[in-house]
C-alpha cells in the first residue's frame, strides 16, 4: 500500500468565512475523486483539525500502488481540483511512502 499525505494552509487573506468554504470546496473535490480512480484503497480530507495543529487541512489517502497514486495524480478531476487548491492555499507539505 501506498500511503499519500497532503498538508496545506488556507491564504492567510482569506476571511474566516471564505476559508470554510473554501475547506468545504476542497474536500468535496478531492473526495469526488477517489470515486472516479482505481486504485484508491481510502481518501479523505480533515477540514477540523485540533488548535494543536499548525495546518488548516489534510488529505489521508491510500494507494493500493504506486501506479495507482501516479492514476490519480494525473487524473482530470484531480488536475481540476488541484487548480482549485493552489488557489487558496500555501505551504503545502507533502510525505509519500508504502507500507
Known amino acids: 500500500?501506498?500511503?499519500?499525505?497532503?498538508?496545506?494552509?488556507?491564504?492567510?487573506?482569506?476571511?474566516?468565512?471564505?476559508?470554510?468554504?473554501?475547506?468545504?470546496?476542497?474536500?468535496?473535490?478531492?473526495?469526488?475523486v477517489k470515486n472516479e480512480v482505481s486504485g484508491v484503497v481510502s481518501l479523505s480530507v480533515v477540514t477540523d483539525p485540533l488548535d494543536?495543529?499548525?495546518?488548516?487541512?489534510?488529505?489521508?489517502?491510500?494507494?493500493?500502488s504506486e501506479e495507482a497514486l501516479k492514476a490519480y495524480q494525473v487524473h482530470p478531476a484531480h488536475v481540476e481540483a488541484g487548480k482549485y487548491i493552489r488557489s487558496v492555499?500555501?505551504?503545502?507539505?507533502?510525505?509519500?511512502?508504502?507500507?
Do not use: P
Request: hydrophobic share 40%; with cysteine; aromatic share 8%.
Open 1 to 32: 500500500m501506498v500511503h499519500h499525505i497532503v498538508l496545506w494552509n488556507l491564504n492567510e487573506e482569506l476571511s474566516y468565512e471564505e476559508k470554510q468554504e473554501a475547506a468545504a470546496r476542497i474536500k468535496a473535490e478531492l473526495e469526488a
Open 52 to 64: 494543536s495543529s499548525n495546518k488548516e487541512v489534510g488529505l489521508i489517502s491510500v494507494f493500493e
Open 89 to 99: 492555499t500555501n505551504g503545502r507539505s507533502c510525505i509519500d511512502y508504502t507500507e
